[in-house]
């Protein structure tokens, strides 16, 4: 008692006072924070590039929008191109791309979530107003070289265009599923390619046809 008494007495003279946090000791029965974090579910989502993962539900409407919207628009262009020469007709092939068949393939995503009846409305809704965004705003995209350059450029620079925003995705799918990109990249292009040659040739055909 004595000793604790001038101890005190110390440390009142000098003004400082002391006090030593209780610290529990470490033990095994307690879980570590690392489990604790490992024991939490966890949701699978592809990032894009952004900070924030993008959800399911978007990053479904997006990619089916966004491939539609490049493969349906090219090879509408590439066919009225090679069956009439006409601007207009191309120019009203596009809008009515990016407005009708923006809708049905919205409708179609809308029922095909609603077939898998896990009953979450709010991301069915989600994936069809993201693919109508992505499939009109893409398939729009398509129409500022055809009101601003020639008919036969026009076709040129919307297949670099097509084709690009087509690797783009490709290539995020890829990193994604961590396989080469030039493999996802080479298929996905070479299917637009396809597309683009079929109807290009129908249109020809059309067009030697019935003029």
Not at 39 to 56: C, D, F, K, N, Y
Not at 59 to 84: D, E, N, Q, R, W
Request: net charge positive.
């Amino acid at each position: 008692m004595r000793k604790k008494a001038v101890q005190q007495g110390r440390s009142e003279r000098r003004g400082e006072s002391y006090s030593v946090p209780y610290v529990e000791p470490l033990s095994d029965a307690r879980t570590p924070l690392a489990d604790f974090f490992r024991i939490l579910p966890v949701q699978p989502a592809i990032s894009w590039g952004m900070s924030r993962p993008m959800r399911a539900s978007l990053k479904t409407g997006f990619s089916f929008g966004l491939t539609s919207g490049v493969i349906t628009t090219l090879g509408l262009m590439v066919g009225l191109h090679a069956g009439t020469h006409s601007m207009p007709a191309v120019l009203g092939g596009i809008l009515t791309i990016a407005v009708a068949d923006a809708m049905s393939d919205a409708l179609g995503i809308h029922i095909a979530e609603e077939s898998k009846n896990h009953g979450n409305t709010s991301e069915i809704w989600e994936s069809t107003m993201a693919t109508f965004a992505a499939k009109f705003m893409i398939a729009g995209t398509f129409a500022i070289p055809v009101l601003f350059m020639p008919l036969d450029l026009a076709i040129v620079a919307s297949l670099v265009w097509g084709l690009s925003l087509l690797a783009v995705l490709s290539y995020g799918l890829a990193r994604e599923q961590r396989v080469p990109p030039w493999k996802v990249i080479g298929e996905h292009v070479v299917i637009g390619l396809c597309v683009v040659a079929m109807t290009h040739y129908l249109g020809e055909w059309v067009r030697g046809r019935f003029t």
